[in-house]
């Protein structure tokens, strides 16, 4: 391995302030290096990946993934709509002509009244909306396109709109012509078209046939049964009715007689004439006693309360005593000898004689005021006593009218009921007598509520089929068909077809979006201008933003299967830096099915295995490319451990000693599904990319894939979207794969179907 030539050292990116920016859903985004040391440009803190989220949920993102899903699977949606299309023309161009005659009815609620009150059916509401769909239901109905049959003989002449059903071969006469006119029927009811005209009593019967003249002979043959079976109803109702009436008006007449009999019995055994006057007299005389109970009861109660206070209290401040004149009179005495009394007790002795008689004087006072207090006492006790037998005479007396007033009411109770019920049979015997007489005169008048408008006429063209509309409308369900067929093909199709599909699936950035190109994708590398170029020069320059230090000094690329492209990825990356000036070595380490050396065509007897077993140092078996700078070590022969020789130190050696004289290392790794040599190796080096193809790989295996490979814990910087064609993904990527030069590989007219790139 020389050594001589220092190893020039990558220009290291300056660390700079880590913005962090708080995004609505809680999460932190930031735009600088995270602390694990890589730099995730567009990384969130808690490591997982996100992008711009803010337009995802409005109508131009939908509209563009719906255009993009059409774009998609344009060739389906156009073979869907060629296909619905033909197969349409095709059965209608094949269709009988047929021809349509319709007649016009005008059903009204009731019919022409010359007789009023001659009514014998159901009355309609205003609106007839249930009146309306009872005539349509009868217009479908068996029983009356049995009617037309018979009456039209339609059961001996088949329609022509479809195959005569076919009767019993054998059987009697009267069975054979059950038959016709069954299958006649069904044909009728099959081509027969009931439509109300909206907002009128108007209703259209149309009836479909290949003879234009039995369409319009049916039609209104149609019409005019229905028109008589509605009058035949209407006199069966009449003749009904005047029956019944008749039979109803014989029974009410013994029925009066006999409710009138009763009521003249029941009151010359009562000696009642009209119990109306006198049950109001007594209930006027009732009201009057109670009034006048009422007043007693108020004036007993006054009179009460003002004893109860005499009684109850034995002062002589109350307002009965305080207001009686001679109580008055004699306080005033009193209270002048009690103020005389005192004045002379200043002067003279309680025994002296003069104060003696004063004394006497008072004591004769208070005598006289107790007297008069005991007459007022006495007085509103007597009071009392009067308003409390006045009430009890007055609730007698209304008692007793009460009693009188029940009695002739239970009397008058019998009376009323054989009256009442005399007066409603004869109230009914007229209404009825009244109503067969209408009856009797309206049978004989023809009377109908529905009436022929606008006969049939004999249809010129034929109704059906309408080439036009049944191509406009199997072209409409065509479209909606293959676009919906798309949409459910596009949601079972869970392969990765996008970098959000990629970015979604893992979680992680996408470094790089490589086009889908058409030839060697070597030829296209050595082009300096070609979209694969430029998409690698973008992929490397994110590698050197990859963490704190820059360039990551050992990569391993892996994918989830064969023929991803990890390999080509692997050459461009290499052939890149070493352009860039860094001494790259670029090693297959895909020891199962390695590829690298055909692609750079150099020798692959000694490699990478005859290293890991110890048989050589990796000055032999490296070896000088055609490019400058980049040095390669091929797999070497195929071991029969793999896995066993990356799992042993020798790898970790290789690395670490190769970074001592080259400036990076590549490690082309085998896919991760099935394996363990991209685990290995990923552990031994300072990042992973993870290659994935557009189009070629399920999400479930990047999934499981990116599951493995973290379990290694390894700085897995991103991943890289090989095989991209926005031609084929459709709407909303026309501008991958345009280079600055203004040459497109992706979309070119002239491209054919290009070749996997790196397939093994």
Do not use: C
């Not at 033909?86 to 019919?111: I, N």
């Not at 010359?114 to 309609?124: F, N, S």
């Not at 020798?650 to 363990?676: E, H, K, N, W």
């Not at 990047?702 to 814990?713: E, F, G, H, K, M």
């Amino acid at each position: 391995m020389p050594d001589d030539t220092p190893a020039p050292s990558p220009v290291p990116v300056p660390p700079a302030p880590v913005p962090i920016v708080r995004r609505a859903d809680g999460l932190e985004r930031t735009n600088g290096p995270a602390p694990d040391g890589q730099l995730r440009p567009y990384g969130i803190v808690d490591g997982g990946y996100g992008t711009q989220e803010q337009g995802d949920d409005d109508l131009g993102s939908t509209m563009r993934a719906f255009l993009a899903v059409v774009a998609a699977r344009r060739w389906l949606i156009l073979s869907t709509i060629l296909t619905v299309v033909s197969l349409t023309a095709l059965v209608t161009m094949l269709q009988t002509p047929l021809y349509t005659a319709t007649v016009r009815l005008q059903v009204e609620r009731d019919a022409g009244k010359i007789v009023e009150g001659a009514e014998v059916g159901p009355t309609e509401q205003s609106g007839g909306q249930e009146f309306l769909r009872t005539q349509l239901e009868l217009l479908r109905g068996r029983q009356l396109a049995e009617r037309v049959v018979v009456t039209l003989q339609l059961q001996a002449q088949p329609a022509g709109n479809q195959a005569a059903s076919k009767g019993p071969v054998g059987g009697t006469a009267q069975q054979r012509a059950d038959a016709a006119r069954h299958a006649a029927t069904v044909s009728l009811l099959n081509a027969i078209a009931i439509k109300p005209v909206p907002g009128s009593r108007l209703i259209d019967v149309s009836y479909q046939d290949a003879s234009p003249q039995r369409a319009q002979r049916v039609a209104n043959g149609f019409a005019e049964v229905f028109v008589a079976a509605n009058l035949d109803k209407r006199f069966d109702a009449n003749s009904y009715a005047k029956t019944f009436l008749e039979d109803q008006v014989k029974q009410l007449g013994l029925r009066v007689e006999e409710s009138e009999r009763a009521v003249v019995e029941y009151a010359e055994r009562e000696q009642m004439l009209d119990s109306s006057d006198k049950l109001t007299l007594a209930d006027q005389n009732l009201g009057i006693a109670n009034n006048a109970l009422g007043a007693a009861l108020t004036e007993r109660l006054k009179a009460e309360q003002l004893w109860r206070q005499i009684v109850d209290t034995s002062g002589m401040n109350l307002p009965q005593i305080l207001s009686n004149a001679s109580v008055d009179l004699l306080r005033q005495r009193r209270n002048a000898l009690v103020s005389e009394y005192e004045e002379k007790l200043e002067t003279f002795k309680p025994n002296y004689p003069g104060m003696i008689q004063i004394k006497n004087k008072i004591a004769e006072v208070d005598r006289q005021l107790a007297t008069e207090v005991r007459a007022i006492r006495e007085s509103l006790k007597a009071g009392y006593d009067n308003a409390l037998k006045q009430e009890e005479d007055q609730r007698k007396r209304v008692d007793e009218l009460r009693a009188d007033g029940l009695a002739l009411q239970r009397k008058g109770i019998q009376y009323n009921t054989l009256k009442r019920d005399a007066e409603t049979n004869r109230n009914l015997y007229n209404s009825l007598l009244q109503k067969l007489k209408q009856v009797d005169v309206a049978a004989g008048v023809a009377t109908n509520n529905v009436l022929v408008v606008d006969r049939a006429s004999v249809p010129r063209e034929p109704s059906s089929p309408r080439i036009l509309r049944a191509l406009a409308l199997a072209f409409v369900l065509s479209i909606v068909a293959g676009i919906g067929l798309a949409y459910a093909l596009e949601l079972l199709d869970d392969r990765i077809k996008t970098p959000e599909d990629i970015e979604k699936a893992t979680r992680l950035p996408v470094l790089g979006t490589i086009p889908f190109v058409d030839g060697d994708p070597m030829a296209d590398l050595d082009d300096p201008r070609s979209a694969m170029a430029e998409s690698y020069r973008s992929l490397a320059t994110a590698l050197q933003f990859a963490s704190k230090e820059g360039l990551p000094r050992s990569l391993v690329l892996t994918s989830s299967a064969p023929g991803e492209g990890k390999s080509s990825t692997a050459i461009a990356l290499s052939r890149h830096f070493a352009q860039m000036g860094l001494k790259v070595l670029l090693v297959d380490a895909d020891m199962r099915r390695p590829s690298l050396h055909v692609k750079l065509g150099l020798d692959n007897s000694l490699g990478l295995s005859n290293f890991l077993t110890g048989a050589m140092k990796p000055p032999q078996v490296i070896q000088a490319t055609n490019f400058p700078n980049l040095a390669f070590m091929s797999a070497g022969p195929v071991p029969p451990n793999a896995a066993d020789l990356l799992g042993g130190n020798r790898m970790f050696s290789l690395v670490s000693v190769g970074l001592q004289v080259f400036d990076l290392i590549v490690v082309d790794a085998p896919p991760l599904l099935g394996l363990a040599d991209a685990q290995l190796l990923a552990s031994a080096t300072h990042a992973t990319i993870f290659v994935a193809a557009s189009g070629q790989v399920r999400k479930r295996f990047v999934r499981s894939a990116i599951q493995r490979i973290t379990l290694t814990r390894t700085n897995l910087v991103g991943v890289v979207l090989t095989k991209f064609d926005a031609k084929a993904i459709g709407y909303g990527y026309s501008g991958y794969g345009n280079n600055y030069y203004g040459q497109n590989y992706s979309t070119s007219p002239d491209a054919a179907l290009p070749a996997p790139i790196g397939a093994r």
